[in-house]
């Protein structure tokens, strides 16, 4: 049997799915993935080298700038066949849960109604010295540049600085613990474009195979583990996804 085949009717007989997203879905909106490369304006700064409290400490001009140009990316981003294809999934009579790690909003935007963000939010902000909650969120299309000063926090005068996680830092209260439970009572865990290095979210997968869940992965590359009970569908994800979650997988079976 095809491989497509094979995990629709998977899809098909389970009572419990959940999704599990990464960077590669919003990659044919427009928004790149992590491991691209910079191009234009910010060619040459990576992820890894803006989106700390150090960075932010040494430079916040620069690390604002960056934050304002990747809030215009996802502001100007539109949602894809394979947000849609998932917001079209039911079970159970409801929409099956979405864990993401992206920081843009296209699920939602694609009709999604449950989705956990592990890494937060392009959308908020946060005072870099009391750690509150900005009360104003930033212009939705902002000043483009490479220095931006950084708004100031209301209440104490600190600077603002960027909700979502950065690297070294712990999850937001609570989204880890429902992620967890959610992979753990699930019968199909739908792996869609992460690469699966960035810990604890890249644990899920096998968190999920330890529980008994079968684990479909849909990524250009091979990111399976070789275990028995995954299934590794290598594409695009707004090439499978619509095929994958057909009209026959959007029936409730339960
Ligand atoms: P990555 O950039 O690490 O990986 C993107 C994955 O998507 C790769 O495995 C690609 O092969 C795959 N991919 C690319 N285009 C695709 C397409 N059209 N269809 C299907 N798959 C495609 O992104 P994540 O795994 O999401 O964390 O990264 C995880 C975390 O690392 C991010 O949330 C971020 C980063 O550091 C923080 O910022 C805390």
């Not at 483009?144 to 830092?169: A, F, I, T």
């Not at 989204?175 to 019968?187: F, G, I, P, Q, R």
């Not at 479909?216 to 569908?233: F, K, R, Y």
């Amino acid at each position: 049997m095809a491989i497509l085949e094979q995990a629709a009717n998977a899809l098909n007989d389970a009572k419990t799915i959940v999704c599990f997203s990464g960077a590669g879905i919003s990659a044919e909106s427009g928004i790149p993935t992590y491991r691209d490369g910079t191009t234009g304006l910010w060619a040459g700064h990576s992820h890894q080298q803006m989106e700390t409290a150090r960075a932010f400490r040494q430079n916040p001009r620069l690390i604002w700038g960056w934050y304002l140009w990747r809030r215009q990316q996802a502001v100007r981003a539109q949602p894809n066949a394979a947000h849609l294809a998932l917001s079209e999934l039911v079970r159970r009579e409801r929409p099956i849960p979405i864990i993401t790690q992206n920081i843009d909003d296209l699920h939602e935007r694609a009709g999604s109604l449950e989705v956990v963000h592990l890494h937060g939010s392009l959308s908020s902000s946060k005072c870099f010295a009391c750690h509150r909650p900005a009360l104003v969120t930033p212009a939705p299309i902002p000043e483009e540049g490479l220095l931006v000063e950084p708004p100031r926090c209301v209440r104490c005068n600190g600077k603002l600085r960027p909700g979502h996680v950065w690297y070294g830092e712990d999850l937001p209260a609570g989204t880890w613990k429902s992620a967890v439970s959610l992979v753990e009572n699930c019968d199909i865990l739908l792996s869609v474009g992460t690469s699966g290095v960035v810990t604890p979210a890249a644990n899920l997968p096998e968190i999920a195979l330890s529980a008994g869940a079968t684990v479909i992965h849909v990524n250009t590359d091979d990111v399976g583990s070789g275990a028995p009970n995954e299934l590794m569908l290598i594409g695009k994800a707004t090439e499978i996804l619509p095929r994958l979650c057909s009209p026959l997988v959007t029936e409730d079976h339960a």
